[in-house]
């Protein structure tokens, strides 16, 4: 019995368990729901309500929906009382000196029976200044883009309108699918004296400001910078780099409208760039280099007849070539050293003789020989 009555204490802690575990599992998914509809409620709530824009620093009146003067109403701001400087006039809610922190949801509700009766969703913001406008063609001859932005943000949705005209005939303007302040214009014509001109208007819910802006073809012509730019050294010369790029991919006819190309390079160890001015070629090989020190290079690209430099393309490092240093080797021969110790002495029927080995080359080493053989055959005699 007892294995029976541990597996069934078992079972009964695991049920226990699993209890817990869905209790708990129920108490979190009943929060997240609880969370989400409240949020469900109120998207839906500033959904239905009338949006009002406001100017900043203003004295701002709501009006509770078509109440007339003579009733009263109750305001909330985002369900919670209304704490910031105010005053009620009857159905109507005045905030004072508005700022960012007035922004919110606003319901009013009839006295006494609490009937809502509006809803209104309080944005407040500035109205726009006259918008930054720049154009540029790095795609020419095909066409030019231009793109703005206003220095000081409204805090409230701005909308921009363009308008291009050439010869007084308006022009087709393709809004950017990625850059949402950016628009681009084919070219009616090429080589044209005429200038463009070109109007940018900010507009929101409280004013409107624009700028115009006019330019020859000419002039806004400025390639993007030169691509995949290589610098490598020189196998055995320690004083040149072979650098290589190639044209803006965006540049749409090199061949007929080609660019020049314009190198600045220096050492990473001084300040003072060297440049060089490069024709129909997308490679050059430097031949000044320091030898054994990095080098830092850019590239910057130009229609050969018109137009401005591009920008600097991204730079790259690169160090001229350094011979591996070889393993010295000695050439000196080791000396041999010959033991001079004594060695044993031959014995003979005859008196004792020592004989030690000399220092010497083998002519020495022989005589010892000769005189070892005499003595033996001295000795049998």
Not at 327 to 353: F, R
Request: net charge negative.
């Amino acid at each position: 019995m007892g294995p029976m009555l541990a597996m069934a204490h078992a079972s009964a802690e695991w049920r226990e368990e699993t209890e817990i575990m869905a209790n708990a599992v129920t108490s979190v998914c009943c929060a997240v729901l609880a969370a989400v509809v409240v949020v469900y409620a109120q998207r839906r709530s500033q959904l239905g309500a009338r949006i009002q824009y406001e100017k900043i620093g203003s004295d701002v009146t709501m009006q509770c929906g078509s109440l007339g003067s003579d009733a009263s109403a109750t305001w909330k701001v985002n369900g919670t009382d209304v704490r910031a400087r105010h005053r009620e006039e009857g159905p109507r809610l005045i905030l004072m000196e508005v700022d960012l922190s007035h922004n919110g949801l606003y319901s009013c509700f009839e006295n006494p029976n609490g009937e809502r009766r509006d809803q209104i969703n309080l944005r407040v913001g500035v109205p726009p200044k006259e918008p930054t406008v720049s154009c540029r063609s790095n795609t020419y001859p095909k066409g030019f883009y231009c793109s703005w932005h206003i220095q000081h943000p409204t805090y409230i949705p701005t909308e921009f309108e363009v308008k291009v005209q050439h010869h007084g005939k308006t022009l087709e303007v393709q809004r950017d699918e990625v850059h949402k302040n950016r628009c681009h214009v084919k070219f009616p014509e090429v080589f044209s004296t005429t200038p463009y001109r070109v109007n940018v208007t900010a507009i929101n819910a409280l004013g409107a400001a624009f700028t115009t802006v006019t330019f020859e073809e000419t002039s806004i012509v400025k390639p993007d910078p030169p691509e995949k730019v290589v610098a490598i050294p020189v196998p055995n010369n320690a004083r040149r780099l072979e650098v290589t790029w190639n044209s803006p991919s965006t540049w749409p006819d090199v061949e007929n409208f080609p660019l020049k190309y314009f190198l600045r390079y220096r050492p990473l160890i001084r300040d003072q760039w060297q440049h060089v001015e490069l024709s129909d070629t997308t490679s050059h090989t430097i031949t000044d280099a320091y030898a054994g020190k990095e080098y830092i290079l850019q590239l910057a690209a130009k229609d050969t007849d018109v137009g401005t430099w591009s920008d600097w393309s991204v730079a790259v490092h690169a160090t001229p070539w350094m011979d591996v240093p070889k393993p010295i080797t000695s050439t000196t021969e080791a000396e041999v050293i010959i033991d001079t110790t004594p060695t044993p002495a031959l014995h003979s029927a005859g008196p004792a003789s020592k004989l030690r080995e000399p220092s010497g080359g083998s002519s020495t080493l022989l005589l010892s020989s000769h005189l070892l053989i005499a003595s033996v055959l001295l000795s049998i005699m």
